[in-house]
């Protein structure tokens, strides 16, 4: 059967085709094609029942890494990173953009050690991007592990907090909350 659609004459499977694009499109960041911070907070809201750790990383000094290298350079810092820690991050886990040089992780469970060894493992894969000779990405990270009958809103500020706090005491670090 065809549709009319803004002039355009679609069958049935065309439709599905386009809904199912825009659907992937609306909860994908657009630049390094990661799940973006909509997705990010739905899925954390869905997924509240069982313990989990949030991990926030922020890229460090990234408006001088803009200022001196171009902002082009700065766009393929931002998918490198993506690159490098989505192949990293085992398959149970959430990995989105939440906007600019910021990103999230959601990690089933509650383990200390293990969330300790991937932030030790995100710190270092950032140095493996290069922007000058000695010169190389870090990024700040804060972690949270969420509290029995805390709000998914609460668990994203303690591990802001750790960030900030990862952040004022020299970056390229992580801070539990
Ligand atoms: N290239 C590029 N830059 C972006 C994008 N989104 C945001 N930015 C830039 O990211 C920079 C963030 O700067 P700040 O918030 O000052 O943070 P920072 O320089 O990383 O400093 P610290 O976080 O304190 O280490 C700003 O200059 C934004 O313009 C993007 O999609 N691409």
């Given at each position: 059967m065809?549709?009319?659609?803004?002039?355009l004459k679609l069958?049935?499977?065309?439709?599905?085709s386009v809904q199912q694009q825009l659907s992937k499109e609306l909860i994908t960041d657009y630049l390094t094609q990661i799940a973006n911070r909509q997705f990010f907070y739905q899925y954390m809201q869905k997924n509240q029942s069982a313990p989990y750790t949030i991990l926030l990383i922020d890229i460090d000094f990234f408006k001088v890494i803009n200022d001196q290298f171009g902002h082009d350079r700065g766009d393929q810092v931002l998918i490198e990173l993506s690159s490098l820690y989505?192949?990293?991050?085992?398959?149970?886990?959430?990995?989105?953009?939440l906007g600019g040089e910021e990103f999230a992780i959601y990690l089933p469970g509650d383990n200390r050690p293990k969330a300790?060894?991937?932030s030790e493992q995100l710190l270092s894969l950032a140095h493996t991007i290069?922007?000058?000779?000695?010169r190389t990405v870090s990024?700040?990270?804060g972690v949270s592990f969420k509290a029995p009958e805390e709000a998914f809103n609460e668990?994203?500020?303690?591990a802001d907090?750790?960030?900030y706090k990862a952040k004022n005491s020299g970056r390229s670090q992580y801070y539990i909350a």
């Open positions: 065809l549709f009319t659609c803004y002039g069958t049935i499977g065309d439709l599905t989505a192949k990293a991050l085992p398959n149970n886990s959430v990995f989105a953009r300790c060894d991937l290069e922007l000058a000779a000695n990024v700040s990270i668990v994203v500020k303690r907090q750790a960030l």
